[in-house]
């Protein structure tokens, strides 16, 4: 939540000290702490809003600052009547600022992608309107801003959006959080116009196209290498029981800040795990001024546009690995198989045998 304030006291926007201007409140009585509580008491309960935090002093954080945002805006005037009063308050309190999600948007400095969540309609609830959005107004509104983006028409990558944005179900009240959307930009691309398409949703859509394979000791049916989200250990765990050379690549988990993946593949009896990490120290602001756009991914000291991109250079030749003892070549010759993502990527859902 924002700084806590004594009543009716804001900080002066041209002051950098610690010094304060003393501003009457217009929307709760000065005349005594009961007051003040009954009056905050009685909005927040009028607005069905509980507020997480005990009020100090009668002081509540979050209804304090909408207050303070309250007087600065075009929005304020003295209240004239109760119902003038109760309307002020709850503009306050909708324009109380949310402090996770101005962390997670500042993690991300896309404008369009900030924008294109913001234009998203809300829900009615004060309390999660900012960084939860109904996942099928946000499915509207892509349709809206990319009417001819093609990935919008395709199940199986409308699919693989929702598994990356941890969304089950499939009723109108599923929702998205902000803090997992920012997510997959960082690993898959913004949400911007370039050409015709969506820059994330076309970066989908190449994913699916072009990760499934043909395992090179079983063609009866194409798998993905692409795990997802999948820590070091699981990644052991499937890996272990494997033939030699059997790779796949997944979302790193130390690193999902930066939007890093890791590929892991096992050589003889050694699991080794290593990082394909976004260019510019982790920063994606060069991914974000590429045209047309490219992810700038570094493997191997030299620079990818995408993960398939990678892949397909893993076929002609080995990865080298360096240690302390010294240098091991890697071939990643087998998609490790059942992989979570599987029947997403490739549509096909195994089902029981019949007996």
Same mark, same amino acid.
């Given at each position: ?50 507020? %997480? /935090?005990?009020?100090? #002093?009668?002081?509540?954080? +979050?209804?304090?600052?909408? !207050?303070?945002?309250?007087?600065? $805006? ?115 691309? %913004? /949400?911007?116009?370039? #050409?015709?398409?969506?820059? +994330?949703?076309?970066?989908? !859509?190449?994913?699916?196209?072009? $990760? ?144």
């Amino acid at each position: 939540m924002g700084e806590r304030h004594n009543e009716g006291v804001v900080p002066d926007p041209g002051d950098n000290s610690d010094s304060y201007v003393h501003v009457p409140s217009p929307l709760l009585s000065v005349s005594s702490i009961q007051t003040e509580s009954m009056g905050r008491d009685a909005v927040m309960e009028c607005a069905g809003v509980t507020s %997480p /935090v005990p009020a100090e #002093g009668g002081q509540d954080p +979050l209804f304090m600052e909408g !207050q303070r945002r309250l007087r600065e $805006s075009a929005e304020f005037s003295k209240p004239s009547s109760t119902e003038d009063w109760v309307r002020q308050a709850m503009v306050a309190m909708k324009m109380a600022p949310c402090d996770v999600c101005d962390v997670v948007e500042k993690s991300y400095p896309d404008h369009d992608s900030i924008e294109f969540w913001r234009s998203i309609e809300e829900s009615s609830d004060f309390r999660t309107r900012c960084h939860k959005k109904f996942y099928k107004r946000m499915v509207l509104r892509f349709r809206e801003v990319f009417p001819d983006e093609p990935a919008l028409r395709n199940t199986r990558t409308m699919n693989f959006l929702k598994m990356l944005l941890h969304i089950e179900g499939t009723d109108d009240t599923v929702e998205v959080l902000f803090d997992k959307y920012i997510r997959v930009l960082k690993f898959f691309g %913004p /949400v911007k116009l370039q #050409g015709n398409r969506c820059v +994330l949703l076309q970066q989908l !859509q190449l994913m699916i196209d072009k $990760s499934l394979k043909y395992n090179s000791n079983a063609k009866k049916e194409k798998i993905s290498w692409f795990a997802g989200d999948m820590s070091r250990q699981e990644a052991e765990n499937r890996l272990s029981p494997e033939p030699r050379g059997t790779y796949l690549i997944r979302m790193s988990q130390n690193n999902a800040d930066r939007g890093d993946f890791a590929l892991s593949v096992k050589q003889n009896d050694v699991l080794y795990h290593i990082e394909i990490k976004v260019s510019e120290n982790g920063q994606p602001l060069k991914a974000l001024t590429q045209e047309p756009f490219s992810s700038c991914l570094v493997f191997q000291d030299k620079e990818y546009s995408s993960l398939v991109e990678i892949v397909e250079e893993l076929k002609y030749g080995p990865v080298t690995v360096t240690d302390e003892e010294a240098e091991t070549e890697i071939w990643c010759e087998r998609i490790c198989p059942g992989l979570p993502l599987n029947g997403v990527i490739s549509g096909y859902k195994r089902t029981k045998a019949r007996t």
